[in-house]
C-alpha cells in the first residue's frame, strides 16, 4: 500500500503544472547527456578505429573520453539554456525571442567555449547549419532575394574548391579529423608496394 501512494504521490509532481518547469530542465539535462552519448559513441568509434594508431587501450580510452565530453557537455548546456530561459520567461510574464539568444550565448560561452577537439566539431557543424538557416531565413523575409537558377551546384563547387585547396597547400588551417580523412582519400591512395597494400590494406608498414 505504501509503495502505491509513493507512486501514485510521484505521478502526481510529475503531472502537476507547477513543477513543469523544474522537471522540463532536468529532463533536458537527462535528454543532453543520452543525446551526446548516442551521436559522439559511435562516431568516436569509427574515427578512431580508422584513423588514430596506438595500442587498443589508448583507442578504448579515447573513445570513452570522447563520449563523456559530448554527453556531459550538452547536458550542461541543456540545463543553463532551459534554466536561464525558464528565467526570463518568469521575470517578464512570456517567453521573448531575444531570451533564447541570451541564454544560448551564456551556455555556449561557458560549455562550448572551451577548446577541444570535440568542441570543435560540434561548433562547425553548428555553424554549416545556421549559415543555411539565416539564408532561408533572409529569404523568408524578404532581405535576401530568391535565386532564380539551382543555386547548390555553385555552393558544392565552391565548397569542395576552397577544401581541398586548403588541405593540399595549407592543411594545418584545418581540424585535425578532417585532415585525417582527406589524407586517407588523396594521399594515401598514392602510394602502395604490392598487391596487399593496393587492395587490402590502405598502406604498407614501409610507409
Not at 583507442?59 to 547536458?75: E, F, M, V, Y
Not at 589524407?183 to 590502405?202: A, G, K, M, Q
Request: proline letters at 3%.
Amino acid at each position: 500500500m505504501n509503495d502505491s501512494v509513493c507512486f501514485i504521490y510521484k505521478m502526481n509532481i510529475l503531472l502537476d503544472p507547477a513543477y513543469h518547469s523544474i522537471l522540463a530542465i532536468l529532463k533536458g539535462l537527462r535528454n543532453g547527456a543520452v543525446y551526446g552519448a548516442k551521436i559522439r559513441l559511435p562516431h568516436a568509434f569509427v574515427m578512431t578505429f580508422l584513423f588514430r594508431s596506438g595500442p587498443l587501450k589508448e583507442k578504448l580510452a579515447w573513445i570513452l573520453d570522447a563520449t563523456r565530453q559530448h554527453s556531459t557537455n550538452l547536458a550542461k548546456f541543456v540545463f543553463i539554456y532551459k534554466s536561464l530561459c525558464k528565467l526570463f520567461s518568469w521575470s517578464e510574464g512570456k517567453p521573448k525571442q531575444y531570451h533564447s539568444a541570451i541564454a544560448a550565448f551564456v551556455g555556449g560561452y561557458i560549455v562550448f567555449g572551451k577548446r577541444t577537439s570535440v568542441n570543435e566539431q560540434i561548433n562547425m557543424y553548428l555553424l554549416s547549419r545556421i549559415l543555411f538557416g539565416l539564408t532561408r531565413l533572409g529569404i523568408e523575409k524578404g532581405y535576401v532575394r530568391d535565386p532564380k537558377v539551382e543555386t547548390f551546384p555553385i555552393f558544392a563547387a565552391i565548397v569542395w574548391g576552397i577544401v581541398l585547396w586548403l588541405f593540399e597547400y595549407y592543411p594545418n588551417t584545418l581540424q585535425s579529423s578532417l585532415r585525417s580523412s582527406m589524407t586517407y582519400l588523396y594521399h594515401d591512395s598514392e602510394r602502395w608496394t604490392s598487391i596487399w597494400d593496393f587492395l587490402v590494406w590502405n598502406t604498407s608498414k614501409l610507409w
